[in-house]
């Protein structure tokens, strides 16, 4: 089975840390060279010194807040321009939870450019390349909700949901020149998000965070959270040449907990 990334360059998002620092240092172990793109300037700098170089890579930053998409767009478009991407790896911060029937009309525009439009800019961006080689992988790290939305996380349900319909989209689009679009959907994973989801749901319950933690693992079959390596093995076999016939898929990587086949 071919695994090999050598020769390979990954534009990951969201990469400092998590899911996204975790996917980024499984592509550089299978030989990609990594582009990691967010926000905090200090903890690209410290992140791109924890992938490996053993294929003699030169791992480098890109410093954007996709808070605003046209930053974004600016950032990466002057890079793009001298580096090709091979592997585009759509990731950032989940929206805050809360009943939709709280959420505020801002909230879901906030949402909507972070994860869709910013997707968006990217890939048209990196598409032209990925043609060019005959050879593409688009990943979005979403969430399972898409498959059942989750309760408590009204905005992220419904942007979720936008981002995969969008993916299965570009999929069919995209899939005749050689180019792959996927998602990859974690569950409950060992990440600061999930700490913040506990520590939210215990402050306005009043149950400790161990009740709520324990209620969490009830509902896995494995009876254990996930860990960021496991979410990132799932995405860095997307970008590899071995799975170049999965196209338009949505994986639930989250210990069977999604109630739905």
Request: proline share 4%; net charge neutral; hydrophobic share 40%.
């Amino acid at each position: 089975m071919q695994l090999s990334l050598e020769g390979k360059h990954a534009l990951v998002g969201g990469s400092t840390q998590g899911i996204g620092l975790a996917i980024a240092k499984e592509l550089a172990e299978l030989g990609a060279t990594c582009t990691l793109i967010a926000r905090n300037e200090d903890s690209l700098k410290k992140a791109v010194k924890e992938l490996g170089t053993a294929f003699n890579q030169q791992h480098d930053y890109l410093v954007a807040d996709y808070s605003d998409y046209k930053q974004v767009e600016a950032v990466a478009a002057a890079y793009i321009q001298q580096q090709h991407i091979h592997i585009l790896v759509n990731n950032s911060g989940g929206p805050a939870g809360g009943p939709i029937t709280e959420a505020t009309p801002g909230a879901f525009l906030d949402a909507f450019q972070q994860h869709l439009i910013c997707n968006q800019v990217l890939t048209r961006l990196v598409v032209p390349g990925m043609k060019a080689a005959n050879y593409g992988r688009i990943i979005s790290i979403i969430s399972t909700s898409v498959k059942i939305p989750l309760k408590g996380l009204g905005v992220s349900n419904t942007i979720r949901g936008a981002v995969a319909s969008w993916a299965k989209t570009m999929a069919n689009e995209l899939g005749a020149y050689g180019i792959t679009v996927n998602n990859v959907l974690p569950g409950a994973t060992a990440t600061a998000r999930l700490e913040t989801i506990v520590n939210n749901k215990a402050s306005k319950t009043g149950a400790s965070t161990d009740h709520v933690e324990q209620e969490m693992l009830d509902e896995i079959p494995m009876k254990r959270f996930g860990q960021p390596e496991e979410i990132a093995a799932v995405a860095a076999f997307l970008a590899s040449p071995a799975a170049a016939y999965v196209n338009g898929v949505s994986i639930p990587v989250d210990g069977g907990r999604t109630g739905s086949l």
